[in-house]
């Protein structure tokens, strides 16, 4: 049996004043995420607000605890941005 496992991170980004500015650092926590843990992500959300986004990713396993280590793992990563601030963070296995 597959599990899926996604992740949803709503950020605030004080530092950034345009969507230029926005996407920039967005694509470069989303571009880590994937070569670093091989897994799917995408700008989900809040295209349109330079200082807040939303990013989601999804890792599919035949072992729960294999999704949950990996999806664990891609939430350290995450926080550990200084660019973005978290401001919800939403864990849900299938």
Known sequence: MA???????????????????KRSVVRSLRDRMIAKFKISAAETGLQD??????LAACVVSGNRRQVESILGNVDVLVR??????V??????IF
């Open 3 to 21: 599990v899926v496992g996604v992740t949803r991170w709503v950020f605030h980004l004080p530092g950034c004043r345009s969507l230029k500015m």
């Open 49 to 54: 607000h330079s200082s807040l986004a939303e």
């Open 80 to 85: 550990a941005e200084p660019r973005a601030h």
């Open 87 to 92: 401001v919800e963070c939403k864990t849900e």
